[in-house]
Each structure stands twice: as C-alpha cells, then as structure tokens.
C-alpha cells in the first residue's frame, strides 16, 4: 500500500554537527512532501516543505531535498542545537484527497551538549 | 488565543463509556482535520471538514467514531463504547482554505486513555 516511511527510529548527534533524517516514500503521484517536528506532548510543527518538482530547498538552517528517482526525501539540519531534540516526520500532503497528510513513523533525534 | 486549542489535555475513561473530545481551530480557518497518534507512531487521518460539513471521513476506524463540526469552527470528536484500543493522542489541525494550503497547524492534541 501507499506509505511515507523513515529509514532509522533513532539518531544521536553532538551540538555543533550537523544532522541529516532520510525518508522513504511510495507513492510517485505525490505533490508536497513536508517535514514536521514534534517535541514531547506538543502537536507537529511545520518546518519546511518541498514541491515534488523540486529537489533541493533551503530554510534557515535547514535543507530538504528530494531524489524522486529513489524515491526519498531527506532533511539535513545544520549546527544542530539543543533544542532541535525532537521526533522529525516526513509527510505527504494529498491536494486530491483535502489536503490531508500522510506520515512516516518518525526519526528522534537527540542533541548530545 | 492564536492557535489551535484542543480540550481536555488528558483524559482517562473506562472501556466502554462515551467521550468528546473538542478542537478550538485558529479563527477564520476553514479546513480543520482529526487525526489519531499511537505511541511511537505518525498521526493517522481520521476525518477533514471544509467548513460544516465532513469532506472526507475515510479515515474515521468504525461507527464508534463521529465527528461534527455544527457552525464551521469548533469541532468535536465524539467516540461510543470506548476500547482500550483507542488509547492514543488525538490531534485537531487547521488550515486557512483547505487542499491548496501549504501549511496545517495543529494543537498540543488530547492524550485519551481507557482503562
């Protein structure tokens, strides 16, 4: 079946380094795939999107980008800090269906100071 | 307040009973989604409303599960005869207009827990 799905559960990292969360996804007619980042009992909040046209975006800080031929998606995080500790999702958003979201099961990403 | 709200923050219930749980969505949005997170796990769709009605309700896992959403704002999710299968997070999104929308924001979600 259709699924967006992430590559490692877990990803330790020290302050400073930078930190790169790999998704996979299945379904070729996608038409964004999002990035979200949940801290511990709040709800996912946006961090970056990327069109399925495109193959690279940067944000601050952040960098996503697409390789539609393997069909993955990545999130690179620069100079990783304390407060990027979090669970990431990579989501796809479905304009056909309402807009809703399709997520991966989610990588935590721990800060080491 | 400037975000999307969602009551209670916790609520613990025993299997069996009825129980609603509410999304205050962001003033003006239109689009508002119900969606249902286990531990460990991504949010799954349950249920989109375009203003009053419900859009698409695919996700909603049987009849025990309702939502409405009566005058286009506030909306309640509504489940019967609890399980303790229905354990989890439950989180409300919103968006300004719907499909097009880039970005959907969500509330600090409902942790429900049947006993």
């Known amino acids: 079946g259709e699924s967006v799905g992430l590559h490692l559960p877990t990803l330790s990292v020290q302050e400073g380094d930078n930190s790169i969360i790999n998704c996979a996804y299945s379904n070729s007619a996608s038409d964004y795939f999002i990035w979200y980042k949940q801290e511990s009992g709040k709800g996912p909040q946006f961090i970056i999107d990327?069109?399925?046209?495109?193959d690279k975006r940067q944000g601050q800080r952040v960098t996503v980008l697409l390789n539609k031929t393997v069909k993955h998606l990545s999130l690179q995080i620069a100079a990783t800090q304390p407060g990027d500790s979090a669970v990431y999702f990579c989501?796809?958003?479905?304009?056909?269906?309402?807009?809703?979201?399709?997520f991966g099961q989610g990588t935590e990403l721990s800060v080491k100071p | 307040g400037a975000g999307v709200s969602q009551t209670p923050s916790n609520k613990v219930t025993e299997k069996g009973k009825y129980v609603e749980l509410r999304c205050d969505p962001i003033s003006g949005h239109t689009a508002l989604y119900w969606y249902r997170q286990s531990l460990g796990q991504g949010p799954e769709f349950l249920i989109y409303f375009q203003g009053t009605g419900a859009a698409d309700d695919s996700g909603l896992p049987n009849d025990r599960f309702f939502a409405v959403r009566p005058e286009g704002s506030v909306s309640t999710l509504k489940i019967q005869r609890t399980e303790r299968g229905d354990s989890a997070v439950y989180l409300c999104?919103?968006?300004?207009?719907?499909?097009?929308?880039?970005?959907?924001?969500f509330g600090q979600g409902t942790r429900l827990t049947v006993v």
């Open positions: 990327i069109r399925s046209n495109m």
């Open positions: 989501a796809e958003r479905r304009y056909n269906q309402g807009g809703k979201l399709i």
């Open positions: 999104a919103s968006s300004l207009m719907g499909p097009g929308d880039r970005e959907a924001f």
